[in-house]
């Protein structure tokens, strides 16, 4: 009991997020090349070496930081991001944990990491640190509200809030099509969360870094690691939410979420390499003034596609 | 976990607020200590919900009113500290002293 | 009922952080920790309501207080003289009053929790918890739930109507002043009056 309840889940999530985590490396230094980027050595070595090489590495001190919140909290974003890969289903049997309010889990998980990312400018002590902080606490508020529009809609034509039943719900037609809003939005809001690409504004050049500005080492390792893995979360339930999980012709279940948590995990990366930066206020005029309401538009569809079903 | 545990859980929190709400001399502070009272009464109202009230679905619903009752709380407490920083530069409770004889 | 060992050891786990992050609010130096611990505490009573049974409000403790305490510890940057706990620093008052009735009420509470005799009725086999909540809230009790909703949006219109600069008056700050560092002293935290401005309280 204790192995197929605790042991094997936990074995699961481990596995797709070291495996995930390594493959975002991975692909992104392969389109950093295609986009022209000089790259040093192989793709498949690099993260491994630049791992290796931040773990050898002195992890700084500011002058006095909060030391156990600035060393918890990428760790806890690491933690984040497996707890969202614990929701996700990968066949209507194999979920690490099949609980009949995932998608408000996942909801929670992503105003937790507000928190968490607050924390770990907040907690170093350092101009520039705090300052990715507060913009990311500014944005997340945005983040939080369309990925919770946009899942509500998609949960509606499921009539549940477990994600199983939300893939279950997509037999008949997937829900990019269903919602052809929803789909785009999320990927948005993926990009926000991880601050990645062009939506990196707490972590940004401009303030020499953001929140991990001072970080370096080991800890520096923690987050990157994290941001990874939540990226990883991120394509999962993008996959499950909107590209109908485990369901396809052929291919055995599992099989088809991954081809699709992959296909999902290139467009966010390329997205990331494509799309423009945005300044930190434009952003947010962006998000409150143009996503917000178009994530109201997609619920008005859902529901309106609800009720002329139901 | 027993009803009586959790109530005594409960009770400990509402104890550990009051004293937070009457205690602090700072505005934020003391709705700290309101919010933790209401915690308490959150986990209450759940723990009659599941053990002793037969799941009643009122047993939920009160939970989220309380809910709502704390962001109202919030909202308003947030919005009367800017509005006496405003005018006071404090945030102090004993600089409202308005209303004193 | 009888919950399995791992349900109580977690309880029992997560009663003491409860607790113990609580009592941490009114101790710590940081007010950001303060508000943190304040969400731990949140958490951990989440997460007990989970092993409750009561799966929906568990999960909505968790972001609905993740973005309050969020929302909290900017007030706290904002308000506080000392959000870092940089120094130690102990800002109450009566306390020995605060603390004789936050023991009264644990002890009155607790009391009740003793010696009362509840009726022991578990949660029927095959209750869907959020099925249930989602019925009430939008069957009999809708008006509760709706006025809930407009409570919530009264509160909206009136927080921005006491927080916003302009007034029907004039500005929210107009007319008021600072007061002085000392009793009848000058307006602190004043900027310095410029030549020729129309202030009159030169420096003597």
Known sequence: MIIDELVLPVLMVLMTLVAGVYLVAVIDRWLAGAFGLPQGGSAWLGPLRRGAWLLTQHANATEAPDWQAWRLAPALYLALAAMGLAVVPWSATLVATDLTTSVVLWGSVEALATVVIFLHGWSANALFALIGAYRYVALGLSYILISMFVLIGVALPAESLQFTQVVTSQTEMWNVVRQPLGLPLFLIVGLGMTFWGPLNLADADDLAGGTASEVSGPPRLVWDVARAAMLVAFSGVAASAFLGGWLGPWLPGPLWMLIKMLAVLVVLLLLGWLLPRVAPERCMTLMWVVLLPLSFVDLLWAGIAALLNG | ?101 | MDYPLGVDIAFLLLAVLAVVSAWRVFCTDSMVRASFFLLVSFIAVGVIMMLLAAVYLGVAMFFMMAVEMMVMALFMVMFMMNPAGLNPMMMVHQHRLSIGAGVAAFVVLGGVALLADFPVRPLPAGLEPVRSLGEEMLGDSMLIFESAGVVLLTTMVGVVVLASHRGRYGGAAEGSMPPGLEPGGEPAGMPEAEEGGGHHHHCH
């Open chain 2, 1 to 101: 976990m027993t009803l009586v545990t959790l109530l005594l859980l409960a009770a400990a929190l509402i104890g550990i607020g009051l004293y937070g709400a009457l205690s602090q001399q700072s505005f934020v502070m003391l709705m700290m200590g309101l919010e933790l009272m209401l915690n308490g009464v959150m986990l209450a109202a759940v723990a009659f919900w599941a053990l002793s009230g037969a799941g009643a679905p009122e047993g939920q619903l009160l939970t989220i009113v309380v809910m709502a009752v704390m962001a109202i709380e919030m909202a308003m407490g947030f919005a009367l500290v800017v509005a006496v920083f405003r005018t006071n530069q404090a945030d102090m409770t004993e600089a409202l002293s308005g209303l004193k004889h």
